[in-house]
């Protein structure tokens, strides 16, 4: 069954530090897979996306991501985190399944920034 | 950039009561609308997808004689929580893909709606 694990519930990084989320998706074809940020009491805010070509994907706000096909992952990093980066990050990927396209979501992780 | 609405953004209800959820896409023509519930420090859940003028087609799980979706438009579709329950407050999210010949489109989110049943 298509699924999607984020390890890590909460992150807490110092403003300034790189950032690193982890993804690992399970799904039997090529994923198209995402990345979404929620800020409290929003909806989702799309970061990224990766549908095929260039494993290494450059999103908004600094964000880039890498899809590993050998490890089935999709790591989401920033090389400095500012403070307006906290909120929630969920990883997707976009499923084939009951013959129609839905995203399934992983947990999330929580991220927290220290001045 | 694709714009979702949703009103109301937070609503309060007593129990037995209906409350109706609207999500509609501002800039474009959306075949298929999906509606999300999402509990406090959890991910989203996805409660049915909705294409025009078609019935929707609910998870496994959820009540549809309990959860209506209706989808008149290709801008807009509406969620119906019947006899409302507390165990029914939620954030529902709503979102939207645009007509386009690409098979994979990006999906477009709506803002929410915070649902409280008393």
């Known amino acids: 069954a298509q699924s999607v694990t984020q390890p890590d519930i909460h992150i807490t990084v110092s403003e300034g530090a790189s950032l690193e989320l982890r993804c690992n998706y399970s799904y039997g074809a090529t994923p198209y897979l995402f990345w979404y940020v929620q800020s409290p009491g929003q909806g989702l805010q799309l970061l990224l996306k990766?549908?095929?070509?260039?494993?290494l994907v450059q999103g908004i706000k600094g964000f880039e991501a890498e899809f590993k096909r050998s490890q089935s992952s999709f790591n989401l990093r920033k090389p400095s985190v500012h403070w307006s980066d906290a909120a929630e990050y969920f990883c997707?990927?976009?499923?084939?399944?009951?013959?129609?396209?839905?995203?399934?979501f992983g947990a999330g992780t929580r991220l927290a920034v220290h001045p | 950039g694709a714009v979702v609405s949703q009103h109301p953004s937070r609503v309060i209800c007593k129990s037995g009561t209906s409350v109706k959820i609207e999500c509609r896409s501002l800039?474009?023509?959306?075949?298929?609308m999906f509606w999300y519930r999402q509990f406090p420090k959890k991910s989203l859940m996805l409660m049915a997808t909705s294409n025009e003028g078609s019935k929707a087609t609910y998870e496994q799980g959820v009540e549809k004689d309990k959860f209506l979706i209706n989808h008149a438009s290709l801008t807009l579709s509406t969620l119906t929580v019947t006899s409302a329950h507390p165990e029914d407050s939620s954030f529902y999210i709503c979102?939207?893909?645009?007509?386009?010949?690409?098979?994979?489109?990006?999906?477009?989110f709506g803002p929410g709606t915070r649902l409280t049943v008393l």
């Open positions: 997707a990927v976009d499923a084939f399944s009951g013959g129609y396209n839905k995203l399934i």
């Open positions: 979102s939207a893909r645009s007509l386009s010949l690409t098979l994979f489109d990006e999906q477009f």
């Open positions: 990766y549908f095929s070509g260039d494993t």
């Open positions: 800039d474009f023509q959306a075949t298929t």
